[in-house]
């Protein structure tokens, strides 16, 4: 049987960047490292709304990314 254990977490912001030459729309990506492994959606979407308020691009997407050590 394999076991887990927490390795780390980030979230990623992804900002609207503008359009290109094409007129598609260009991503600007944040990432912000140290997130604890209990952190809910709900705190998560606040703080991300709390940076992004900081700066002038609108939030387009935001992800919570986990890292995990699987052990055999």
Do not use: P, W
Request: include cysteine.
């Amino acid at each position: 049987m394999a076991a887990s254990e927490f390795k780390n977490a980030n979230i990623r912001c992804t900002f609207d960047n503008g359009l290109d030459d094409k007129g598609k729309t260009k991503k600007k990506v944040k990432a912000y490292h140290n997130v604890r492994e209990t952190a809910a959606a709900d705190g998560i979407y606040a703080v991300a709304i709390v940076l992004s308020d900081f700066g002038t691009k609108e939030l387009l997407f935001l992800e919570k990314q986990s890292g995990l050590n699987i052990y055999a």
